[in-house]
Nanobody, 127 residues
Framework: QVHLMESGGGLVQPGGSLRLSCAAS????????IGWFRQAPGKEREGVSC????????YYADSVKGRFTISRDNAKNTVYLQMNNLKPEDTAVYYC????????????????????WGQGAQVTVSS
């Protein structure tokens, strides 16, 4: 059974850091492009970051560029999102998703292309 699970969310003060983990069971993550999305209250879900299953290229939304870093640990079948210098506007439920189709950062990060989704992890940035 294919399953993705996010962990590492929580409450952090502005300027703080969190690392989200996306662990897979039932399939091997390194064959998939993995994306992180987020949805804040009253807003549409947006793509935050994605890592390729072809060449290791990465995509970051402008709002997180320079602050967030996506990475893989194939031995642990896990993808991470390191989030530094967090801001109140980063508050959202964060979802990881896996795409079987070949993807590189030269392509758009289209959520309809993702095949499997986690349940989400809450990140709250507040003083």
């Amino acid at each position: 059974q294919v399953h993705l699970m996010e962990s590492g969310g929580g409450l952090v003060q502005p300027g703080g850091s969190l690392r989200l983990s996306c662990a897979a069971s039932g399939f091997t993550l390194d064959y998939y492009a993995i994306g992180w999305f987020r949805q804040a209250p009253g807003k549409e879900r947006e793509g935050v970051s994605c890592i390729s299953n072809m060449d290791g290229s990465t995509y970051y939304a402008d709002s997180v560029k320079g602050r967030f870093t996506i990475s893989r640990d194939n031995a642990k079948n896990t993808v991470y999102l390191q989030m530094n210098n967090l801001k109140p506007e980063d508050t959202a439920v964060y979802y990881c998703a896996a795409m079987a189709a070949l993807w590189t950062a030269a392509q758009a990060m289209d959520e309809v292309a993702f095949d499997h989704w986690g349940q989400g992890a809450q990140v709250t940035v507040s003083s």
